[in-house]
């Protein structure tokens, strides 16, 4: 699939002696793991060329995949960056990719801003790591692949597809990760990183079983307040986590978590679903995303209520007209 356009990225690549690789802003596994990988296969590829990851957030639950790099703005002359896992360039957590000679864009989001010099998206992919593996795979020949590029990669695709158990998995994806497999990945170090708990996490879940709301029609949800927020000692980041916890409460096809950044007056969406899309609903309140994983913004409690009753309408239509959910 895509052959040309991966082809003209490789001959890119190998065009030039500078190469910048981001991802997009509040990073999750498959951004860190799919820039973090291809800078690793790149540099045992190409020891001569310069390989940079840059950005300017990062994760502190994901600090176990190690740190990224620093640059001065001069790399920027003459160099080629890469963007991944980006939808939008508003959400590129790089603000001096406008620097560089040339940018391409891969993605598996819906395109929606088309931007950069060549794009290569393909929104059916599971995980932008998937894309990266696709890569490797389609230039094995050529491409150096490594037990830490491997893993780095691998984590992303667990990580986006909910451990292999998202719709947007296919037998490619598992080939692919198959692949991956084959290079040594510690998967129970892997997995312990990612899904290893404390105790107090604990009871922040419990906290949360305590405050999920769930409308007539189903949707759950629940707001972390900046109350909640301290008494768990909880980042912006360890709040928004909440959402996976609500994704598997029977006959709620849709779940969504409110995330107050007092900070910056706003609260963050996490809009989650089965069966049904939410992404239009995402797009009406200043966000947007896939099918069933999208992201908004809302800036009041009663726009917050507003979403709730629009989402919980559309899961009312869509069990009127629908057999066959749980
Ligand atoms: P999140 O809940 O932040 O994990 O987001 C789920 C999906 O929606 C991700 O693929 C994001 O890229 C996308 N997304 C989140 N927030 C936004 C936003 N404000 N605008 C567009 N897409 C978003």
Redesign the pocket.
Known sequence: MNEDIKRKILQKIESYGTIIVSR?I?P?GDAIGSTKGLAKILRDTYPDKKIYVVNEDYSEQLSFLGGEDTVDDEIYDGALQIVI????T??ISNRNYVKAKELIKIDH?ID?RPYGDISWVEDFRSSACEMIADFYDTFKDRLKMSTEAATYIYCGMVTDSVRFSDESVTSETLYLAGKLLEFGIDTQTLFANLYVTDVNSLKFKSYIYDNIKITPNGVAYIYMDDAAQKKFNLTLESA?DV?DELNSIRGCLIWV?FIDNKAKQQI?????SRFIGI?EL??RY?????KM?????VYSEQEMQALVDDADKMLGEYKSTNGGWL
């Open positions: 997009h509040r999750d896992d980006t939808g939008t508003d959400r989001h929606d928004s959402v978590a963050r969406v996490r809009l989650r992404n995402a797009n200043h966000g947007g995303g896939h994983a999208a992201g908004a913004t």
